[in-house]
């Protein structure tokens, strides 16, 4: 079945600084999505991106499909953005793979 | 506001018995599906539904079912619960296949 992989496992940033996370996968897909669990377990969709690039306020995704991988950057980091980021591959038939995550914290 | 909501939150059971898991969405979505959450596992598929009367297994369906009688709901059902499905579980849903899922707020279940 198709890999999904990201990196880093784990990051500690200063607020205010910028970070990128990579999601890499093994095989074609249908579909990509970026989640962050905040500290109270909750999934909240980020971006919904099967190419392209898209923002949303200090928040912005770029996938390049036919290379197999996705970016998050996050800039000016705030200790609201702790927590774990997912990234998940749509495969065929609605089958959702996330990636193992990267737990983020960030300090004051 | 349309939503997806999860009950119970948090729930304690005993080895053997049988645990309904209720998840429910006011978006008129065709599709719903159930997810686990473990430590070192990420989230697993258990089982989804494309439409009243339709499921379907996922990656770990052994020991869970699930039904779809309307729209707007797809309980799951742990037929005789076992410890290891201690976990954390998680309903979504999408208007369509390929569209992006809606996740509830979690139901932490624990097994004793």
């Known amino acids: 079945g198709i890999q999904v992989e990201q990196s880093p496992p784990d990051l500690i940033l200063q607020e205010g600084a910028n970070s990128t996370l990579r999601c890499n996968f093994s095989?074609?897909?249908?579909?990509l999505q970026w989640f962050h669990q905040n500290p109270w377990g909750q999934l909240i969709n980020l971006f919904y991106?099967?190419?392209g690039t898209k923002q949303n306020g200090r928040l912005s995704a770029t996938t390049v499909a036919t290379e197999r991988y996705s970016l998050l950057y996050i800039s000016s980091s705030q200790t609201t953005d702790s927590g774990v980021y997912f990234c998940?591959?749509?495969?065929?038939?609605?089958?959702?793979?996330f990636g193992p995550g990267t737990s983020l914290s960030v300090i004051p | 506001d349309a939503e997806i909501t999860q009950s119970p939150r948090h729930k304690i059971t005993e080895t053997g018995r049988q645990v309904t898991l209720a998840c429910h969405q006011t978006?008129?979505?065709?599709?719903m599906f159930w997810y686990r959450q473990d430590l070192g596992h990420g989230l697993r598929l258990i089982h989804y539904?494309?439409?009243?009367?339709?499921?379907n297994k996922g990656e770990v369906s052994d020991g869970y079912s699930v039904s779809r009688s309307n729209t707007e709901d797809l309980p799951l059902t742990l037929e005789s619960a076992a410890s290891s499905q201690t976990s954390v579980y998680f309903c979504?849903?999408?208007?369509?296949?390929?569209?992006?899922?809606?996740f509830g707020p979690g139901t932490r279940l624990l097994v004793l």
């Open positions: 979504a849903s999408s208007r369509i296949s390929g569209e992006t899922q809606y």
């Open positions: 095989d074609s897909v249908n579909n």
């Open positions: 991106i099967p190419s």
């Open positions: 998940a591959v749509l495969a065929s038939y609605d089958k959702v793979i």
């Open positions: 978006w008129n979505h065709n599709n």
């Open positions: 539904s494309y439409g009243v009367q339709d499921t």
